[in-house]
């Protein structure tokens, strides 16, 4: 396989490896949480933005309407190691039909490239809800045995996104109304008690950001 389809199977796969730490889990729950809460059709201003991931290639973005992650990786590659289905024409690699085209700076025989993605790690819509629980704003995505549901907050230019750990289904099972146990553990809770997990640091596991810029310039640099 020539390098430059090489490293795009990389980061492909390394695309795909971030969006699945989002989505696994092994606790859900039978419903939407905080039941009984309104569903906030959109993100709020104040969370709007762009930040960064503390890795050069990750900036983590959110928008009215979602939450994405933009992935730039850097790549170099000499014209000889080029696949046999690739085309050179002035500054773009052309690729077979039904592929996108790859800009490319040339340097003499080598080329110079950056493969860019953007997952979407959390979309409004009928499987992906919005709630708010004070000062927190709790996601739930829709999976095959429930809802998967984790937890936002900011505090001035810190943005953490919490998840829950296997270790905390202990504590879910005193607190829950009926639970399946088995893995995937399934929990029905009710608002209060839910809003007590959180009140006893529940979703231990965090991914913290930091503010890049203001979200005008995010709307500029990455659009929908």
């Known amino acids: 396989m020539k390098k430059l389809f090489y490293t795009l199977g990389i980061c492909m796969a390394l695309s795909a490896a971030c969006s699945r730490t989002k989505a696994t889990s092994n606790i859900v729950f039978t419903s939407p949480q905080p039941e009984g809460e309104r569903e906030l059709r959109e993100f709020p201003a104040r969370l709007l933005g762009e930040y960064s991931s503390g890795q050069a290639n990750q900036v983590l973005s959110i928008h009215r309407d979602g939450i994405f992650l933009h992935q730039n990786y850097p790549g170099k590659t000499h014209i000889k190691e080029l696949d046999s289905t690739c085309v050179l024409i002035g500054d ?106 959180i009140k006893s640091d529940g979703f231990k596991n965090a991914d913290t950001f930091k503010l890049k810029s203001k979200p005008h310039q995010t709307f500029l640099r990455f659009k929908n």
């Open 92 to 197: 773009s690699l052309l690729r077979e039909k039904g592929s996108s085209d790859i800009p490319i700076r040339r340097v003499g025989d080598s080329l110079y490239f950056h493969l860019s993605y953007t997952d979407t790690l959390f979309k409004i819509n009928a499987d992906h809800i919005l709630r708010k629980a004070k000062n927190y704003y709790i996601l739930n995505s829709r999976q095959e045995e429930g809802w998967l549901v984790s937890r936002l907050e900011k505090k001035n230019k810190l943005l953490t996104w919490c998840y829950i750990d296997d270790k905390e289904a202990g504590l879910l099972k005193k607190l829950s109304d009926h639970y399946i146990d088995s893995v995937p553990y399934q929990f029905r809770i009710s608002t209060s008690k839910f809003k007590e997990f």
